[in-house]
């Protein structure tokens, strides 16, 4: 039972869309780019809205609408031209979404992007689902901050409660000396702002849950990340984790899909400590790219799956049928990639296969995502070395 009524939900689940249905994707980056392929190849159509012309979706997609998110007008052309809308990114006009709910069939509804689009929000809904986060607290003032830091210890987070990704919008406070600077900083940003008690975590995990209109809910396989600078650098799958953790990853995905009502996907991203306890860190509704090692390695991707999901179709088996490494490729290591890529001798670890998959980005600026290679391996060993022995991620 979900805790959203019959008289708020925004989907129907007795709404089936066949593929030969147009979806309507709001963002035209690299997940919408993928989510349109896998789309594609099930006879479905797709139509984008993005600024930017010939985005990555807008690449492959059957048309692109080229205005900013906020266009009242170009959002009601995109109602018109699709069946059904998705996202492929939180940071949703509030104008435009309301616009798209009453003019066209929006499954994953606004109340859950409301949710993820606030830190504080979103802890909250999490707790209430009953899975565990870090302990936190909201912060109003300096000394609000000075006295919460006092009460976690050093070092802590403290993060705006809107926007900011990749490291951006978050200060890790480590003395009391830096509680003015850090408070000053991150109050520019004119939203509330939260910290977090910094949890010593082990690892850092995700799963990507779905769950559809018709109340069906799959987990893939928990991913295992290793961050960068504070950007995902690469996904192992299966995660190195003991089985009974890797349950209990899934088991609180699932739980966050169906007790948030969410339709599409849901990735989850967890710590988890050297005592085996699992918190929850952040939610993104949404494919996400901690789980582009489902592109090739599982049964289903998560861009078939999103896709399955929000026309209400059965969803796929998210079962692995390889050990993976996925390893982002930024602009940094583009070159590396396509130097390698036309070598003879680029298979060079017996036993790997590497999918290099790239997202039509024009340019390859230092630390942008700009695609992934996937290596689909008999170990993650093996993997590794490849990684090694290809030197395109020589620099990290």
């Known amino acids: 039972m979900t805790r959203q009524t019959e008289q708020n939900r925004t989907y129907d689940p007795s709404k089936v869309l066949p593929p030969g249905a147009a979806i309507g994707v709001l963002g035209g980056g690299q997940l919408g780019r993928m989510m349109a392929l896998a789309g594609s190849a099930m006879g479905y159509r797709f139509v984008t809205l993005d600024p930017t012309p010939d985005s990555p979706c807008g690449q492959v997609a059957d048309r692109q609408i080229v205005a900013p998110y906020h266009d009242v007008d170009a959002a009601r052309q995109l109602a018109e031209l699709a069946d059904v809308i998705t996202y492929e990114f939180e940071n949703v006009d509030a104008d435009v979404t309301k616009l798209l709910m009453a003019e066209s069939y929006v499954p994953q509804g606004s109340k859950l992007l ?3 689009q606030h830190r504080l929000r979103e802890k909250r809904a999490i707790e209430a689902a009953g899975v565990k986060v870090a302990p936190y607290a909201e912060i109003g003032s300096a000394e609000e901050l000075r006295e919460a830091v006092r009460r976690f210890g050093t070092p802590c987070v403290l993060k705006t409660a809107t926007g900011g990704y990749d490291g951006k919008g978050q200060w890790v406070i480590r003395s009391l000396d830096e509680v003015q600077e850090a408070y000053d900083t991150l109050s520019r940003a004119r ?3 939260v910290l977090e008690q910094f ?3 082990t690892k850092e995990l995700s799963v990507i849950a779905a769950r559809s209109p018709r109340g069906e809910v799959k987990a893939f396989p928990a991913a295992e990340n290793v961050h960068v600078n504070n950007i995902l650098h690469l996904s192992v799958v299966p995660a190195r984790v003991p089985e009974e953790v890797q349950r209990e990853a899934e088991r609180m995905a699932l739980r ?6 969410v ?3 849901i990735a989850v991203e967890l710590f988890l400590t050297a005592d085996g306890e699992l918190f929850v860190n952040e939610l993104a509704p949404r494919p996400h790219n901690s789980g582009h090692y489902t592109m090739g390695a599982c ?3 998560q861009f078939e799956q999103h896709v399955r999901a929000i026309a209400n179709l059965p969803l796929g088996d998210p079962a692995l049928m390889t050990p993976v490494v996925m390893v982002n490729v930024l602009g ?7 130097d390698w890529i036309v070598r003879p001798e ?4 017996p036993g790997v296969t590497a999918k290099v998959h790239l997202y039509g980005k024009q340019e390859a600026k230092a630390g942008r995502k700009m695609g992934h290679v996937n290596l689909l391996a008999a170990s993650h060993e093996a993997a590794f070395d490849w990684i090694e022995a290809s030197k395109i991620w020589d620099a990290i």
């Open 346 to 349: 680029a298979e060079q670890v």
């Open 263 to 265: 339709i599409g996907l």
């Open 114 to 116: 409301y949710t993820t």
């Open 256 to 261: 966050i899909a169906e007790e948030l009502d």
């Open 299 to 301: 049964r289903t991707s």
């Open 332 to 338: 940094e290591h583009v070159q590396p990639l396509l």
């Open 191 to 193: 939203t509330e702002l």
């Open 199 to 201: 949890v010593h975590f």
